[in-house]
């Protein structure tokens, strides 16, 4: 992990959204330079994630992005949905992953191991 992910609220047109660094967006509104120029510059995902936070993307936005990873707006949805912090967010969001990847293999495993698949434990 990078960078943190913002924040999150619902703004008064019921959006879910990032909650935006004043600063940031002064320069982006201000600064000489717009998103389309920005685009053009070699920057990290990682740090386009964040920029995009910290203008105040909306949520659904932010997962229409092409940088922008599964497993950051996975955390921030659950973020918001569960009012959890970005630590026990990503924390859901990896368990998730990993029973995934675990319900996934069962099957393949058993077979190269030959073995019924219930014989593997889980649940």
Known sequence: MKQPIQPLYMDKHDTLRFQ???????????GGIDMNRLAMLPFEDEDRM??????????????????TTNTVYDAAE????LGITEEQARIVVMSEHLTDLRDALRKPMARLFGVHPDDLGGE
């Open 78 to 81: 659950r973020m918001a949905r």
């Open 50 to 67: 964040q920029f995009a936070q910290l203008i105040g993307y909306s949520l659904s936005g932010f997962g229409e992005l092409s940088y």
């Open 20 to 30: 935006q660094n004043a600063i940031v967006r002064y320069l982006l509104d201000h």
